[in-house]
Every structure is written in C-alpha cells, then in structure tokens.
C-alpha cells in the first residue's frame, strides 16, 4: 500500500506531528514528508505475538530475549515461535512510556551468560527513574530464568511524570565500553546541565561506572558519566563501520534527529530544536547556533523512530552501511543513507504498523518487533 502524498515543504512552521504523542523525525538536511516504496524489497515471517514488546536481544543458537512493557522477559525461539517466561525480572514501573526497556548481551555473552537490562524504577513521593542491572542467563530444559540480578546504574535525579526514559543499550565495536541513552524525563532543561545525567548520551565501563577518559570526567559525580548531552529522548543508538557512534531521537512537535555523536559535544536540546513546543510556542533553529552540534538529518513531519541498527546487510547488500529505523510514527522501516557526516532518508518501506524495535543477527538476518499488545516478532527476509 503506498501511502498518499503531501506536497513537500522543508518549513519548519508546517503543521507538524507529535513526536511522542501516544500515536507518535539534523541540519544539513530537513527531511520532509515522504512516500512509501511502490513494492517492499522484503517479506516478513511472523515468529510470535507478545504484549507490548519494547526491545529484542538476539541469542545464540537462534533464539531471542524480548522485554514486554508491563515487566515480562520473554524467550522466543526464532525456528519455532515458542514462547518461554524468563523468571527472576525485576518490579518495573509501568505507565506512559514506563516500564521494561532495553535488553543486551554481554560482549563475552558465550562465556559469561550475561545479560543486560533496562527498566522504570519507582522512587519517593511519585518520582520514578530509569535503572541499568545485569544478571545471568540460565535455561535449564524448557526453562529459563535470570541469575544474581544487580542494579548498576541509575538516572540522578528521579524525577515526576512517566516519560523519556531512553534507556538504550550499546556496547563499544570492541567491547570495553557501555554506552547508554538517558532521555530528558519531559523535564528538558536537565539536559544542558552537567551535574545530572537526564538529557546525555552515557560512556560508563562493563560494570555501570564512569569509563575513564570521559570528557567531563574531571567534574566527578555523575558528570564523569557524560560522553555528550543537549539530548531529549534517544531511542535508537548505533556504531557505523567506521566506529562512529550515531544516535537517534525523538523531537518535540517536529524535528525527529539522527546525530553523529561526538564527546563533549553539545547537541542543544531545549536551546535549539528544528521541532516546536507542543502548545506551538517556537523555538530556536539549529542554525540559529552554529556553536552547538546539528543533527546530521532531521525529519519533519517527524517519523517517531523506536529503534535504529546500522546494517551489516549481508542479505540486503544494497543496504551496507545505511541506518535502519524502526518507525513508530511512519508505521514502517526508514533506511537512511550515510555519507561521512552527512545523512538522507533514501527509502521508506510501509508494515502498516507502529515498529518498535529493529536487530540484525550475526549470520545478516534481520528481525523487527510492532508496537502495542499483539506486537508481532517478525523475521525480514529478501523478496
């Protein structure tokens, strides 16, 4: 089905879509309304239907870990489409954009068994925060649980309302390094300032400290945990074949941002945004400050990404080395052309759902999660 166009208009005073609005994309490019392709150069194969999936972890030996919103961690075997309950998870905070989030294996997973976990934590007088733990993988039979849960991070301050948590995962190319997305928490100045990591992109060691040589470092505290910051909701996080990190985020109304991140770097959430507020106050462009970093691309209308992967591609060749968003907003797959620093959307692929989470597996298969109950674990195969 190909959706009907809108005339194209790069203004950023077009009426825009709401990012994060529970239907909930850069300055040397603003991408405006967009086509889908005529015909999908892919098909997809349904695996397992799940209860508001939030991310995917492939495993070993053709099976996957996908947390569900509500607290569940679910064992998906991707041959069968079996369905297993992880025991051993954490109470989460579940609400609004709350709950489960993030799931990632250790680097050594194969040795180790270790798996990584994202989730809303409650605290005092109806604040809430976004927690790192880590524990073991154990399937026994049938079965499987989580060993030696240990919380090893936790966003400072917690804070009210029950939004932009972020809490994306990302190991290093080389496995040292952790890094993790901290959202805003709708609080938004947070994120230009330094003594709080809401609003920052994270570099912190395998155990959930501060990695040495972080630019902040010298101001200790949780600045020693900041690689970058002026960020606002980062749901998608990923390394180029270059070793580049590139990460992607929700805007206000408008103004979705796929960004080369940079240590140090300040990408200027709430001072410049090429969205609006939501009550239409404006706000400041990205040009308006060339002292503060641009998005390489920014979308508006916004696509409202849930995750992205930089692909590998070995079964869509045509595809090396371009991002892969899972859309929300845009209810498809986005594919995103990169060159050096720059970035173009190329191609947009309508699932006629809200995608939620995307992963590529070591042998180039690629598996896409929807959004909402009944979400669909997908496989995507080459037409």
Same mark, same amino acid.
């Given at each position: ?118 989730? #809303? ?24 649980? =989580?060993? /030696? ?19 994306? %995962? ?6 040292? &390094? ?69 990460? %992607? ?28 507020? &939501? ?12 002292? @503060? ?15 992205? =992967? %930089? ?6 060749? #045509? ?5 892969? %968003? ?11 052309? =990169?060159? /050096? ?11 006629? #759902?809200?995608?939620?989470? =995307? #992963? ?16 669909? @674990? @997908? ?5």
């Amino acid at each position: 089905m190909k959706r009907q166009t809108i005339s194209l208009m790069l203004s950023p005073l077009l009426v825009p879509l709401a990012s994060c609005g529970a239907t909930a994309a850069g300055d040397s490019s603003i991408q405006g309304p967009a086509d889908f392709v005529e015909t999908n150069p892919f098909t997809t194969r349904e695996v397992a239907k799940l209860d508001e999936p939030w991310a995917l972890a492939l495993l070993p030996g053709n099976a996957a870990l996908v947390t569900e919103k509500k607290g569940k961690l679910k064992l998906v075997d991707l041959a069968s489409g079996a369905v297993t309950d992880v025991t051993g998870t954490p109470t989460v905070a579940f609400g609004g954009q709350g709950g489960f989030g993030d799931v990632a294996i250790s680097p050594a997973f194969e040795k180790d068994g270790t798996v990584y976990l994202t989730w #809303a934590e409650a605290g005092e007088s109806d604040t809430r925060g976004a927690v790192l733990g880590r524990a073991k993988l154990v399937r026994e039979g049938t079965g499987a649980r =989580i060993d /030696g849960l240990e919380v090893i991070w936790r966003q400072s301050p917690k804070v009210t309302g029950r939004g932009h948590y972020s809490h994306r %995962i990302k190991f290093s190319p080389d496995g040292k &390094y952790l890094f993790l997305t901290s959202g805003d928490r709708q609080k938004m100045t947070p994120a230009q300032d330094l003594t709080v990591n809401l609003g920052k992109m994270l570099r912190l060691t395998r155990d959930g400290k501060p990695a040495a040589g972080n630019p902040f470092a010298q101001k200790g505290g949780v600045s020693a945990e900041i690689w970058s910051y002026g960020h606002r909701n980062l749901l998608g996080v990923a390394f180029d074949g270059e070793g580049r990190l590139w990460d %992607i985020e929700h805007g206000p109304a408008g103004g979705d941002e796929l960004n080369l991140v940079k240590p140090g770097s300040n990408y200027g959430w709430p001072v410049v945004s090429n969205g609006d507020h &939501y009550d239409g106050k404006p706000i400041p462009r990205h040009a308006t400050r060339p002292d @503060l970093a641009a998005p390489a691309l920014s979308w508006n209308p916004v696509i409202a990404p849930g995750a992205m =992967i %930089i692909c590998k591609c070995e079964k869509f060749p #045509a595809w090396k080395g371009n991002a892969l %968003i899972a859309a929300l907003g845009a209810q498809g797959l986005v594919r995103v052309g =990169i060159t /050096g620093d720059t970035a173009r959307e190329a191609e947009r692929y309508n699932m006629d #759902a809200r995608m939620r989470g =995307i #992963a590529e597996g070591s042998d180039g298969k690629l598996w896409m999660i929807e959004d909402g109950a009944g979400g669909r @674990l @997908l496989e995507v195969v080459p037409r």
